[in-house]
């Protein structure tokens, strides 16, 4: 097969050189050049090729023919007879027509099959008849290739000249001072490119679009012009990826080699010929081995394997003591024992002394403490029996050693250095009560009248008089500073609660009695004062709106009969069940009553002025335990059992939800600032709630021995009490900082307990002097108590 390649070399900027060809005494060695190489002298032009457009075209040029085989190997050149002169004009023709030189290619490029064979078929011909002439004129043959010889083995095979600076790895500022940057391969200077100025860099980066593409080559000095292909492979390498984006990284693995470990021999030389003769010193050495074996010095690799195995396995430890060699049974270390149990003593006996049995009182004592068994004296109760025949088994027998036990199996005894931690730096560091002061210490008056239980208290806004309400059916009206009672007044019910309106201007108490709700005028204080309650409770209003049937079955709003007016009362609320708190709004005309049989219409809002009422909630979320208004803004808590809502009744929708995880709320009261809330419960304790913080108590109080019934906030000092079942009122300060970084400070203060126990009741009901650092106290031994 016949193959043609032809090399052309389009220069810019040729430099001038002596032609060499017609000079008669080359050597006959130039046969043998590489026919590969430019059609050129090879002193024609020394220049770095780097930045110099070059084409390159096959097929369609007379210049170069030859013949080669099958696979591709030079055989010899067909036609190739060219003279001196003909060099010498196409030299020239290179060098002054390059557009004429490359149309005649393109032209020679479009020839037609037809053409390239009849061109082939004519050079052959003229290879048979004429011998192939070299530069000098000489004629000769180029002989065959010889097949054993590599092709390449006196040139180079790259079609581009290899340009590069070979200085090495040295410091580049050391050409700065001269023109040029290096040393090619064939020791030419490398002259350095003209710089431009900043404003020519600054031009060019506005107007080329590819200036972005263009680095510089350090070594010499060039400009290159990353394509994109180069700026893809950049991008992988900085993305930490592998150059090559055909290269599978999950292809599957090809063990090459082998991971099975193979024995080998190191050295494959035969045996010597006394490796077949009896050593005598390897029999001495395998004697003595086999009578280290015998007398047990020596082991087996199967009895090393079998005593490693053996330390691998579970080792076993005696938890309980041993009456000998315990050390060695337990296997360990400087063991810890296990605690040892009290001996029982004279109360564990079956026949225990008169003095160790219980009596009622201690009996009923010990079955208080059920739910708190580490509080008893002791954790069983006494038993006579006259023999031990008697005895019954024990019925927690089994339960108690399982337990013991456990306790033993689980409990890590170990040795470890005990810390010596004083008791003081136990306690965390609080301000003294000396510093806290104002707050009540002692009982300064007790208020004696009641019947029967009081359940509420309330005080006028001015300080000067105390309205209660009691299971007596009667409500009076006391004056604080001397404890006279100077008004009693009647009801048909059980009082459950009483509020006094919190609104200076008007002399107004709200009456929780059953199911009705009366608005009462005490008649105390400023005459014009009372005139102007009377007028203002007188007549009804006209509605402009009218009620739903929801409301008016749930509450109706009447004038009082005369026998009631002679009392004092003005207005009665009669609701549909019975009526267990009310509370005022701070401007006092707007008030809430909470029924917790009720159902979804448990809470009610009432307004005084217009007299009429609303029920906000649709559904019922629980059973409601009690309500109260915000003091500053339109919002409103509602606590359930278990939890505490917050609505805002401008947008009528739910603001949060306080998770108390208690079993039963019994009441609440709200910092006068807002930010904060106090909640009682019946499983004595005490929960504060930062309402800007979190949902969850920001802290939890147990200072009470038994159900927390209320708890209520001063409304100008840091005061807040709570009233309990243990009959004690227990003060404590609790300061709210405007810097929402700093945590409220609590600290219990005092505790009051002079209150008497009248059927598991202590104390009910507490309410603070709205002037004064006072509190009152209401219980269930019938009377309310000034703690000053």
């Known amino acids: 097969m016949a193959k043609k390649l032809t090399i052309k070399r389009k220069v810019k900027e040729p430099e001038p050189q002596k032609d060499v060809s017609d000079s008669p005494e080359s050597s006959d060695n130039e046969e043998e050049e590489d026919l590969l190489q430019a059609v050129k002298d090879p002193g024609e032009d020394s220049t770095d090729d780097e930045g110099i457009d070059q084409e390159y075209q096959t097929d369609s040029s007379e210049d170069l023919e030859f013949e080669s085989d099958g696979e591709g190997n030079f055989l010899g050149r067909r036609g190739a007879e060219r003279s001196s002169g003909d060099d010498d004009d196409e030299s020239a023709e290179e060098e002054d027509d390059d557009e004429d030189e490359s149309d005649a290619d393109a032209e020679k490029s479009g020839k037609s099959n037809d053409e390239e064979t009849a061109t082939t078929s004519k050079s052959s011909k ?138 080998m021999p190191i050295k494959n030389v035969p045996d010597h010929k006394r490796s077949f003769l009896p050593s005598g010193s390897e029999k001495k050495t395998v004697s003595r081995m086999v009578h280290a074996l015998k007398m047990g010095w020596m082991k087996t690799t199967e009895e090393v394997e079998r005593e490693k195995q053996e330390k691998r396995g579970p080792k076993f430890y005696m938890l309980w003591e041993t009456d000998t060699s315990r050390e060695q049974m337990r296997r360990i270390h400087d063991p810890v024992s296990a605690p040892k149990r009290d001996l029982p003593g004279h109360a564990e006996s079956y026949n225990p002394p008169p003095e160790y049995l219980f009596d009622a009182k201690e009996a009923k004592e010990w079955h208080k403490l059920k739910d708190e068994p580490h509080k008893r004296k002791l954790h069983f109760m006494p038993q006579k029996f006259k023999s031990l025949r008697e005895v019954p088994a024990y019925s927690r027998y089994l339960r108690e050693r399982f337990l013991r036990c456990l306790d033993l199996y689980l409990c890590p005894r170990a040795k470890r250095v005990k810390l010596n931690i004083d008791a003081e730096y136990l306690i965390p560091k609080l301000p003294s009560p000396r510093d806290l002061q104002p707050f009540p210490t002692v009982e300064s008056l007790v208020y004696r009248g009641h019947t029967d239980l009081v359940r509420s208290v309330s005080v006028e806004p001015k300080g000067e008089y105390l309205v209660s309400g009691s299971d007596d059916k009667t409500v009076k009206i006391w004056e604080i500073a001397t ?25 107004i108490i709200a009456v929780a009695t059953g199911s009705r709700l009366l608005l009462v005028n005490p008649k105390v204080g400023d005459k014009l004062l009372v005139k102007k309650t009377d007028d203002l409770l007188a007549e009804a209003p006209v509605l402009d709106v009218i009620e739903s049937e929801r409301i008016k079955t749930a509450v109706q709003w009447t004038n009082a009969e005369p026998a009631d007016q002679e009392k004092g009362v003005r207005v009665v609320i009669t609701h549909f069940k019975p009526i267990r708190q009310v509370t005022w709004h701070g401007r006092g005309d707007y008030l809430a009553t909470v029924m917790p049989e009720g159902a979804n219409r448990s809470a009610l809002i009432h307004q005084l002025s217009k007299r009429r009422s609303q029920i906000p909630f649709s559904k019922s979320k629980g059973l409601i335990q009690c309500v109260l208004f915000h003091p500053v803004k339109p919002c409103f808590f509602v606590a359930t059992q278990h939890n505490i809502r917050i609505y805002d009744l401008v947008k009528q929708e739910l603001i949060k939800k306080l ?71 227990i003060v404590s300060h609790g300061m709210v900082y405007n810097d929402l970084l700093q945590n409220p400070l609590i600290v219990p203060l005092k505790k009051l307990q002079t209150h008497e126990k009248r059927e598991e009741f202590g104390v009910l009901d507490v309410n603070w002097h709205p002037v004064q650092p006072w509190v009152f106290s209401t219980g269930a031994d019938c009377t309310i108590r000034l703690y000053t």
């Open 126 to 263: 003229k290879s048979q008849e004429k011998p192939s002439s070299s530069k000098n004129g000489s004629a000769s043959v180029v002989p065959a290739r010889d097949p054993s010889k590599v092709e390449y083995a006196d040139s180079d095979t790259s079609d581009e000249e290899d340009i590069r600076n070979t200085v090495g790895n040295i410091p580049m500022h050391w050409y700065d001072e001269y023109k040029h940057i290096g040393y090619d391969w064939d020791a030419k200077k490398i002259i350095k490119p003209p710089k431009g100025d900043q404003i020519d860099d600054f031009l060019r980066k506005i107007e080329d679009p590819n200036f972005w593409r263009t680095v510089k080559d350090p070594l010499t000095g060039q400009e290159v012009f990353l394509t994109d292909a180069d700026i893809a492979l950049i991008k992988r390498i900085n993305l930490g990826r592998i150059p090559n984006e055909e290269h599978d990284e999950y292809a599957p693995w090809i063990e090459w080699f082998t991971s099975e470990v193979e024995k």
């Open 483 to 507: 404890g006279r009672c100077i008004r009693t007044i009647e009801t048909d019910d059980v009082v459950r609660c009483v509020a006094w309106c919190p609104n200076a201007k008007l002399s």
């Open 659 to 729: 998770l108390t995880n208690s079993k039963w709320i019994s009441g609440m009261s709200i910092h006068p600032k807002g930010d904060n809330l106090l909640v009682s419960t019946y499983d004595k304790k005490m929960l504060w709630f930062d309402l800007d913080l979190s949902t969850k108590p920001y802290q939890t109080m147990r200072l009470h021995r038994n159900a927390v019934r209320s708890v209520a906030f001063h409304l100008r000092y840091p005061l807040f009490a709570s009233g309990s079942d243990d009959q004690a009122v």
